[in-house]
């Protein structure tokens, strides 16, 4: 009794501004305490101490707080330390605490991009339901149950599907009760799905699933004619563990148990996507039928519960390419439980079944013209090619774009400013932000505006370096001997100012290099000169928000006609739901896999020379 | 606590001769109580009251029982109910008890027919291992690890087969740990099963059952050479919900938790079995990679979990007719969980697939000659014709030829007289035992002899009477009037006297009946002679056991030369054992489950008249 008292002893927590009363286990760390109390907080590293984006404040109970840490005294200035900043992840609560978690730790509802390119698709779904009036058995028609159903499928081909054991087993009552009126679901005239009293030919349903590492979009498609019948999406519900891939994987590698908590944690958040698209279309979920599922190469093995490690480790090798096709209650997902649900295949480690699925949606496996596509993230996916050939590679081109790891980043949300104008004569600084609101920092599209700007202006040089010269009221250095640019000036105090530091532009340049080291190894491979580019594709949620000649200007993509550059959207998702309602779809998807070649990029005997060449900003 | 304890008391039970103390609840009847004591009590009806057969003796704590039944006063005489005789299943206690199990009552070991004819079947296994060494992958060779796998598998037509996800999962980890030497194992060209380090080759491993009403046996096979290596068998434990066919279906139709326990209890039952095996052969069950299922329709039904409810209701359709393809993991057997399972496929309603496994291993589907099937049980299946063109018919010959509702019926089992002779002139009894052990009673193939043995010494008459002029020692009136045959004579009580009594013939004609008639309509329908029969297969325990010159004395075949009577065993589980090594046999199946032609005696035009004519004693 006393042993395990002291072993789990709870200890009460109070956390501000929401004033939310929780109790923990005394010993857990104010980041745990504060994400089983249902509030995440901001972290890249997934509370590993390296990021230091999880600040708090602790506003009462300091003597029941552990001393700070040597990481916490290598992020936070002494100032800091004694107004009880905290890292959460840092700090483990001894007994009742309370911590103030300031706006920027909060994670705030992002900017997620769901619209794609609208794409004409055939509709020809591998699910088809039939309405089938079967004769009563009598002494003299003695045919058994499934044999009279299976006979009476109008279509030849399908009259040896096979039927799960459960659907089996409630068959007999389904057929007497329903007066021996039906409806069959049929999946690729292999396996009868569902059997249903009376005609429900009208309510047959599919599922389209985009699994970004940040976010997750659940698009619900009749699949009678094809049509998206409505879209949700939320944060991929395992930001809880790091914002990015490699966190992820980390965390997934410290055991069985975590690698399953990241597989439950994004099962359970698309179920309650299903839940709010069903809802909000009023339609059962076991009705839904198909599922297909996009997304990179780790958070497809997260999803299928498959080790991430070799993803992580040299050759860099996924467990699978092809696609494959499960039953919807084998992932747990809660729609029809013999739902087929159809992984689209990926091309390689680093490059997932989402490009596949923005090439399928961009439609360059089909152009005479060379394309070039980009779906910037963390990790970059680049193809370049035409009908008769593509190449892929992945860049890492890390979070930045992201706005981690810049000074005043934060994601795209509500109070991000978003898009910038500097005036290259008065350097006036215009911009707009999300949701019009207080601009709170800077999102992707926003600092790659000013890190054009600053080079339209020339205040930053070849080599990325803010000219000393540059004598401007904009620039000032820091406290810490920083030079930075005020995008932002409140007029009171320093500290709060929105800049652009000489380390975030660093950043910028180590991301467009990446992006424009993959493109231009791709060329070479490719052997194409730059006016033969037909045409630029640029997708995902920051391609869709960042102004192209912006990323023309810093060089993350090369100096073609603007006229050339589309932006396609989320064009995984467009290419997921291509997938779900079409089966020549998903023949393409396999063609894809198997016939883009993937370019290694770390192991390319130009690689050092190009990453050298395309640090640098382009001047003409 | 009060209010639990009232309706929850628990009693204390002594079962004798076992020396058992057990616990029970207040209100239990004293057959559940047994029951759950582990002491299987003798029972035909499944504790319904009908078949009187679950007597025990009272012989403590007489005021804590229930008052006799009606039932009981109908089935038990005076002086057995002033003795402490009752029912088990009639007998409530309401307080402490010891009751004492005579040793008719407790079911005994039951001998069991495990061999059948073996039939010479060229292997052609659905399940193939391959050993594999795999190339590793390097930063030049960045094949996936499903896709290195299923590259190397030596032939084309395998590479394209589906994996299951746990496999999936566990698949990196393996190719790594066997150092890139592995064994696929392949079902079907279609789905890979298991991934094993190192060479496994020769460790797969196949499971035939035949689930009989009453026994359930269990081959297990080597899938390399198609050899039976050991076999196990065990009554069926469902014989605990009741000993036939229509209790079962009475049982599970109670509500879904009783269809579930008759499954689970067959589940269970099948996995005891395969632990046995392994056990004898010393391998993993892990290793069995398939298995195949016989039985009747409605253990077919209940083995699937499937309500057997529309078997019992007329027109007797069941749920599913073809062969059903599962995975081990559905049906909770515990051999390789991706093991496939097939279900041999039924006839109809009343003609199972072990029919259709006697069919199989009798061979009769290609022969010349027209054939005579007979697989006799509780329900005598009958097969009639040639490899033009096949019928069948279930005769609802009853238990009695398993020695049940006979005065001294009982198993197969120790002490069971199961052979007699009877002189025509003396009348002198000549008998042997199972296990030459003391005479307890009369099995089926004894009590068909002994009839056999009054019709040809006259003693009963063409009508199956006994005549009243046969002056001889052996035939007697009992004290209730019936006039019966003395077997055994003690010397000492006339009721220690094993005897066959007027009633117990009638049941006799009535059984024989009963198939003479399903094979008259078939040989009708089929519009052949007697002469034109070339062949009689007689199948399952009691064919194998009976005596064909008395079988054809009491008529219950037709009067054909006794040279072409051959008993085949347990063809239905030879059946099962050529259908797991062959998918030739598979097919074979397949096309006898579709193309015999099932007849329905009960509503046959000249059903009356050839039973009435059936019940006869052919005298020559």
Redesign the interface.
Known sequence: MCLRRSCLETINVVIQPFGLRATGLKGQTLYELSRNAGIELTSVCGGLGRCGKCRVVVTGGHMNVTRPSETEQEHLSSDELSSGVRLACQVRAQGAIEMLVPRESAVARVRLQMEGIERKVKPLPLVKKYFIKLQR???G???????RLRRSLPEDNVRHC??P?EI??L???VLRNANWNTTATVWNKREILDVEAGDMTNACYGLAVDIGTTKMVCYLVNLTDGKTVTVSSMVNPQVLYGDDVIARIAHALKGEKEKEELQERVVEGVNQLIAECCSKHGINARQIYEATMVGNTAMHHLL????P??LAL?????????S???KAK??GLQVSPYANVYFLPVI??FVGSDCVADILASRIFREEDICLLLDIGTNTEVVVGNKKRLLACSCASGPAFEGAHIKHGMKASSGAIESVQIDPETLEVRFRTIDDGEPRGLCGSGIVDIVAGMVRARIIDENGTIRRDADTARIRVSKNGVREFIVVQTGEEEAEDIVVTQEDIRKIQLAKAAIRTGISILMQEMNVELEQIGRVYMAGAFGSYVDPSSARMIGMIPSVPLSIVTSVGNAAGTGARMALVSSKARRTCERISRSVE?I?LA?HSNFRSTFAESLRFPYR
């Open positions: 058995p009598t002494l028609s003695l045919e058994p149950d499934l044999e096979s039927l054991l089996l087993r068959l007999p009552e299928l519960g498959v080790s490690r070799h040299s050759p860099y090798v996924p467990a699978v390419k092809g494959l096709n499960l084998e992932l390689a480690g993937y290694e192991t």
